[in-house]
């Protein structure tokens, strides 16, 4: 695994497939952020741990080592635009975000803004 900065932080994801929340370490890097590893984790102790809080503005990058949404593997995401939540991508034009029902179709950014919020 890649080492990461102390400036690393998690966000939180959700599961396509299952539903299911997830972490995912980011690190900031060279004026963008890294998806370092992506990790299962309870909701309680993702709000304990303050992962619905973070903020995220700016481009992002996967590390090397990433391995993933931990229920489902994708290795892709997109980022819901009614409630931001990051969410697995398997490569369909047409998506349901899983966390607020908010349906569309996708077009790539080259920046991001996202916000943690409940899950």
Known sequence: ??????KAFAIMAMCEETKKPFGITVDPREGCYAFTW???INPDQA???GYD???VRGAVMYDAD??????CGANQFYICNRCKKV???HGQE???CPNCG???SLRPAESVDLSGGGF
């Open 102 to 104: 908010n349906s569309s």
């Open 94 to 96: 047409y998506v349901t």
């Open 47 to 49: 709000k304990r741990e």
């Open 66 to 71: 990433f391995n993933g949404c931990p229920h």
């Open 87 to 89: 969410v697995c991508y």
């Open 1 to 6: 695994m890649t080492k990461l900065s102390k």
């Open 38 to 40: 992506a990790f299962k």
């Open 53 to 55: 809080k973070t903020h």
